[in-house]
């Protein structure tokens, strides 16, 4: 069984149909790659699974419960097993780095500052950010940034991680690093969800891949798959090429 099930997810903002009976499922331990473009919906899928969104239709199962209508109450503990990188870094201003890794302990385990900043900077080493752990937020660059919170939402531990577009307005350097840390999460037993158009990234790092497309998944498979299809949109996409049948 997976460990993550979508099932046919309609979802629209106003007359604006953006998921129109999407199915994706995500086995434990695997990276899957959500692509496609601008507006298709993929950041949208995401965000149901840790209770941001609703679904006007269809169904959502974590190992093996649906989770679909959850009060915001009983989304709480799913967040600490779902723990999500959103596009924009989202740290604190006014605390340090450190600081900011140790609030998700101190707040959920009630951990007393130092056990938390100890615990915290061993999160900030994972992602070679222990250097930089008295520094704050406005000192350092978007990349450094992304590190720090992709170390905060790995205080909890979760055994699922959503990035959304997490290497997007990094340098070859940086998006190589996280894209290094997706993978080793992965072979810890981490199942990874990540929303990107980082052709680099997707097929460096995913074991599959689902494109969204006009409110639907218009392929579902392994990179191979994706390299081997003859759907023109499809190629166009991975290809990057200005003209074709994709509509914008």
């Known amino acids: 069984m997976a460990t993550i099930e979508f099932r046919n997810i309609y979802k629209a903002f106003g007359l604006k149909r ?17 692509i496609g473009t601008s507006g298709a919906g993929k950041s949208v899928l995401v965000k149901h699974l840790v209770g941001l969104l609703k679904p006007d239709a269809g169904e959502i199962f974590l190992d093996g419960r649906e989770i679909t209508n959850l009060s915001e109450r009983e989304f709480y503990p799913i967040r600490k097993r779902c723990a999500m990188v959103f596009q924009h870094s989202t740290l604190f201003d006014s605390m340090s780095l450190l600081d900011n890794v140790a609030l998700p302990l101190r707040k959920h385990r009630k951990l007393r500052q130092h056990e938390a900043q100890e615990q915290a900077l061993k999160k900030l080493e994972l992602v070679e950010m ?16 992304k590190r720090v919170a992709i170390a905060r939402a790995l205080t909890l531990d979760p055994e699922f991680m959503i990035f959304d577009e997490p290497t997007t307005g990094l340098d070859p350097l940086s998006a190589a690093n996280v894209d290094q840390l997706i993978s ?5 037993g981490v199942t990874s969800i ?16 689902a494109m ?4 639907h998944i218009l392929l579902d498979g392994t990179p191979d798959e994706f390299h081997g299809t003859t759907d023109p949109i499809v190629q166009q996409f991975i290809r990057g090429l200005p003209e074709g049948p994709l509509e914008i």
Do not use: M, P, W
């Open 18 to 34: 953006v998921l129109e009976g999407v199915s994706l499922s995500v086995d434990k331990g695997k990276v899957v790659f959500i």
């Open 130 to 145: 222990e250097r930089f752990a008295d520094r704050y937020a406005a000192d350092i660059g978007d990349g450094l940034r």
């Open 194 to 209: 990540v929303v990107s158009h980082d052709l680099r990234s997707i097929f460096h790092v995913a074991d599959r891949i």
């Open 184 to 188: 080793s999460l992965s072979n810890q």
């Open 212 to 215: 969204i497309y006009k409110g």
